[in-house]
């Protein structure tokens, strides 16, 4: 395989030199490209020795070889370790002011991006931006690791091992090396839920009042296709019930599109037959217009006001923990809440008694309000779970909530 290895400019550069041993003793053809700040901690000779080539940084080098188009090109994978605050927002931004951001846009291939920085910067909205954005592009960036940074601060920010990275870039160069038409839903063998079929809702429903007005929600559909990506990348072969959603589901991932929350029950019921496990994570209509106009509501002066009569949608929730329980399967079902909290009771209390009546293996509560939760990248929520087990609070990116809700679920899929 031929492998292009980008090092940002930080600290971590010497790692991306061990990461480029496993490359090539693994025999596959890395081309390092180091940006001229990566060049500042480790020099070109480190990268022309281990890669047994000419290493260039700039597009204006070696011209003849139209080397920033060749690269990108023929690359079967692209790995970047250390990716900088700084070389995330460049790519996050299309800039192609040196080789390595050149070869970015002209590759068609996976994408491994391995952050490395400050807790600071990694967590700054500018960087958490920058990430999702790579990440709606199917841009794989990695976590940091947690632990001691450069100085004497610890957090994430870490970059992570180069063992966990290599062997991370393989499995997304594989999945992207086998027949898409069989791989649809399917991600890396070997992880937490390898073997399982999970299917995930995702988006807020929209119910029709005219064929041009729904009464809708504010659900971004974020966190939910968080949970279809981090189940993706736990191994799971994963289905995603998609209602609105204001970003891209993750490639590898099954996607059937609906709108109504009676269309999101109908399409729930029928896949979730054989799944192991379900996640609601779909803002679904608790009413519906008692009617749809098939043309579009004219207004009219003699009736200045238009009332709309709402009915009361089905709780898919409930319905798919009461069709699991009928039928006697070990299927788990994890369900979300947004509660606000009012006199009548805290959002935990609120939580707790919706666990209760859904009946739900695991229930994700999260507190909402106009200007929180929704459409934002980071989530704050407190997984509760049947089983009695303490409630887990977890503050992160939602794609960290997420991968919190995938551990709770796969440990719940292992204990049955
Ligand atoms: N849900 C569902 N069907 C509905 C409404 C909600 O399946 N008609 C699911 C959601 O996907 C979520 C969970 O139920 O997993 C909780 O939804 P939420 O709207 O927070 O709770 P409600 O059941 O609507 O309860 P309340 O109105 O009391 O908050």
Known sequence: MRVVLGVGGGIAAYKAALLLRLFTEAGHDVTAVPTEAALRFVGKATWEALSGKAVRTEVFEAVESVNHVRLGHEADLIVVAPATADLLARAAGGHADDLLTNT??????????????????????????????????????????????????????????????????????????????????????????????????????????????????????????????????????????????????????????????LELREEMLERTASADAIVMAAAVADFRPARRSDAKIKKRDDAPDLPIELVRNPDVLAELVRGRDAAGTQQVVVGFAAETGDEGGDVLAYGRAKLERKGCDLLVVNEVGTDRVFGLDENSVTILSKDGAAPEHVAGSKDEVARAVVVRLARALEAR
């Open 104 to 261: 970015l846009l002209m590759a068609r291939c996976p994408v491994v991006m391995a952050p490395a920085m400050h807790t600071e910067m990694w967590r700054h909205p500018a960087t958490q931006a920058n990430v999702s954005l790579l990440r709606e592009r199917g841009v794989h960036v990695l976590d940091p690791a947690e632990g001691r940074l450069t100085g004497k601060d610890s957090g994430p920010g870490r970059l992570p091992d180069p063992e966990d990275i290599f062997a991370a870039a393989l499995s997304f160069a594989g999945g992207q090396n086998r027949d898409a038409e069989h791989d649809a839903g399917t991600a890396p063998e070997g992880g937490p839920l390898a073997g399982r079929r999970v299917v995930v809702s995702a988006g807020g429903t929209r119910e029709a009042i005219d064929p041009v007005r729904f009464l809708g929600n504010r659900s971004s559909g974020k966190q939910g296709v968080a949970v279809a990506r981090a189940a993706l990348e736990a191994g799971a072969h994963v289905t995603l019930v998609a209602a609105h959603l204001e970003v891209s589901p993750p490639e590898g991932v099954e996607v059937v599109k609906v709108e109504s929350a």
